[in-house]
Nanobody, 123 residues
Framework: QVQLVESGGGLVQAGGSLRLSCAASGRTFSSYSMGWFRQAPGKEREFVAHISWSGGSTRYADSVKGRFTISRDNAKKTVYLQMNNLKPDDTAVYYC????????????????WGQGTQVTVSS
């Protein structure tokens, strides 16, 4: 069992940066691959980024490549999403999630979810 709590969201101007954190509880955090998803109003939840259990491999949605960086600290049981050069289209509720396998980009492949944190980018 893994419980996830996101933080770090907020309001930022276009071109700005934010770093989201996702703190996990449970002894098995380091055995899970982790992902970030987002959901904008009226839209489906979409994949943003994914990181392997060791942190050695990552995947990104095309829309965020070169701007967002996912990382993790297994000792702190935390996964991060550094977001740079933010755009108004990045406005959404951001969720972190835990998956049992690497490379999962579909939300149905994730077993545990946080409650989400709001990111709003003004133009």
């Amino acid at each position: 069992q893994v419980q996830l709590v996101e933080s770090g969201g907020g309001l930022v101007q276009a071109g700005g940066s934010l770093r989201l954190s996702c703190a996990a509880s449970g002894r098995t955090f380091s055995s899970y691959s982790m992902g970030w998803f987002r959901q904008a109003p009226g839209k489906e939840r979409e994949f943003v980024a994914h990181i392997s259990w060791s942190g050695g491999s990552t995947r990104y949605a095309d829309s965020v490549k070169g701007r967002f960086t996912i990382s993790r600290d297994n000792a702190k049981k935390t996964v991060y999403l550094q977001m740079n050069n933010l755009k108004p289209d990045d406005t959404a509720v951001y969720y972190c999630a835990a998956a049992g396998a690497f490379g999962v980009t579909e939300s149905r492949g994730y077993s545990y979810w946080g409650q989400g944190t709001q990111v709003t980018v003004s133009s």
